[in-house]
DNA sequence: AATACTTTGAGGTACGCACCTCAAAATTAT
DNA sequence: ATAATTTTGAGGTGCGTACCTCAAAGTATT
């Protein structure tokens, strides 16, 4: 059986309730006697229980998502993975939510941070381009008490703020070293195309997948990144137009977690047939494509584990302890096609 | 504030003695009281409050792990995981603890399942070679009414029991794969190497990566299996052999977990440079190889994933649920030096 | 209508801990 | 030595659920 307080107490040879100012750290208590009870702590191999003192406590986390409202698959996928583990973790007195905020205004974004308080919620997980006043109304939010984790964007360590998800230099260097071994017989260029590159992520998979290229394959040159702004007919005009420049594309690199319109225009102008393409994210989109043998491989990130790590480091800061950042680092999965598995999570 | 037990009792127009034998399916309560109880529950929108019901409870999951003893880095990092899980879920009425059994002996791995019962465990984990006999003593012990899953071992899906762990043909195949498009321009062949043939799980990865490669890339020819035993200085011997008898192998794929005896050989004659190798499992031997260039690819199986699984499955075993076969499939991983990351793990 | 049987209600105890109060004991200051 | 202060003990309540007992009400069988 495990040891209780009632045990920890005998071996301690003092009375519960000064057991429990020890374990709370309340006060009125001699330094002696927190030792002995720690060490008796130590002795019998007392663990607290942690579901009967979130019962007792009747402690709840009420936690939120705040994500942008414009989205493609990959956000549909971790707004599904919201919802899947609102379930599962409601058991373990955490409420979980989440909210789609209009557009990329960061005066709106900022606005609607002002607006929240320890009422609200105990801790908010922030998508959101970081931009100095969002980063301002964030950190208003955090001495209002609440605490806050930058989510999928934004930069791992860098800043006091924690993040959870990749760092996207280091997944566009992976998407670089994979277009590199692939495409090492034939020296050519690289066809780089993304959404839009007023992105930081965007940007800073551009950097990394170019610094992999420009020192291990200077056989392959990457082109300026083509923009689709999600104009389809655009995309197809810019992508007819490079194609009929260069002739010795031998590679497609597709940066942002929007690949629809950028895959689909080269697809169309039937382009993709015996090149190496990379994408990002595991899409049902991409997925398919990978299947189909259209795409080589697929740079992904866990949607997941990332929600699931954002919630087990707010309960973290919640609870004043400091999240293990080891487990809480986000894989940079490369997916082919015979490592797809079965489910999309 | 979350419905409770009481909320639902009054919700569904019922005493809390009818409640509770609903939520636990005891008997003696009418369908259509069931039904009314049910739909309240939908209603209201109850959950059980999980901490609250093991309390009550009183239940405890007394899990164990058996390991072969004679082990490679890979079985190490798996013990220390469960060592790491055991803390981490001992607040969560549940005990891990590991034994590791001496040598790959069917005879004895079945002695000692057989001396196994509910008195010594709720369930068990079993990384073991799928002989007959370890497979009859696995069947009788759950017909004493202990829970079993195949860790790391065995087939997914295949078989009635539970299994946790990657399908080893497609981490054959992921490898092949990999091979294929590492080497594509330049026809030759390659070298495939193992601790030895006699497991399953070094067969199975064989087979997946011969059929990618004589599917997909006919230019490349894989080399008979060579084994190791674990004999540095047979191995050097044979590799000498090998690299002097064929002048065109362009690349080296280890199959088996153990990878220094293997790697270190063919390191040592010098042939490793300019030609592709992938191996498996994220040992810190394999980690230092991958940084430094040797090694191109590691195909891997995350060691906390496997041990957190192994436990989810047994737990929902002991509860009389369906474990979610979506949550618990084993990602086969792709690493590359650009996506390792920092943490082992 | 009497009997047997099924279904339901009321109420209690327990799980391990947090948090509270009040009084007793021990220590320190005067 | 007495008063003031700190430290400790004893005891209680409640968190949400499981599981038990016993009696009351309901239904089916003869």
Redesign the pocket.
């Known amino acids: 059986?495990?040891?209780?307080?009632?045990?920890?107490?005998k071996a301690a040879?003092?009375?519960?309730?000064?057991?429990?100012?020890v374990?709370?750290g309340?006060?009125?208590?001699?330094?002696?006697?927190?030792e002995a009870v720690n060490a008796a702590i130590r002795r019998i191999g007392?663990?607290?229980?942690i579901s009967?003192?979130?019962?007792?406590?009747?402690?709840r986390y009420r936690l939120e998502f705040m994500l942008p409202s414009s989205g493609d698959q990959f956000l549909d996928t971790l707004v599904d993975r919201i919802e899947e583990t609102r379930v599962a973790f409601a058991g373990e007195h955490t409420e979980v939510r989440h909210r789609r905020v209009l557009g990329n205004d960061p005066h709106q974004i900022a606005a609607l941070l002002s607006g929240i308080g320890p009422q609200d919620a105990d801790g908010i997980a922030i998508m959101a381009p970081e931009t100095p006043q969002v980063r301002d109304a964030t950190m208003r939010l955090i001495e209002r008490g609440v605490k806050v984790v930058q989510f999928v964007s934004g930069q791992p360590g860098a800043r006091r703020l924690d993040f959870v998800g990749v760092d996207n230099n280091a997944a566009g260097a992976t998407a670089g070293r994979l277009m590199g071994k692939f495409c090492a017989h034939r020296p050519g260029r690289i066809l780089v195309i993304a959404d839009t590159m007023n992105a930081r992520d965007n940007l800073e998979r551009r950097q990394g997948f170019d610094a992999v290229l420009t020192r291990d394959y200077p056989g392959l040159q990457a082109l300026p990144s083509l923009e689709t702004h999600g104009d389809p007919g655009r995309t197809d005009r810019i992508v007819r137009a490079f194609f009929s420049n260069y002739s010795d594309i031998v590679g497609v690199y597709v940066l942002s977690s929007e690949t629809r319109i950028a895959l689909q225009a080269i697809d169309r102008a039937g382009h993709l047939a015996g090149r190496q393409a990379i994408a990002h994210e595991r899409t049902s989109f991409n997925e398919q494509m990978l299947r189909a043998g259209t795409l080589d491989a697929i740079i992904a990130q866990n949607p997941g584990h990332l929600v699931r790590s954002a919630i087990r480091v707010l309960r973290s800061r919640c609870d004043g302890r400091e999240p293990l950042a080891s487990q809480e680092e986000i894989r940079i999965e490369i997916l082919i096609r015979e490592n797809l598995g079965h489910a999309t999570g």
């Open positions: 059986m495990r040891p209780t307080t009632k045990d920890l107490a040879g003092v009375s519960l309730a000064t057991v429990d100012r374990l709370n309340r006060p009125g208590v001699r330094a002696e006697t927190v007392y663990e607290r229980n009967a003192a979130n019962l007792a406590r009747g402690r």
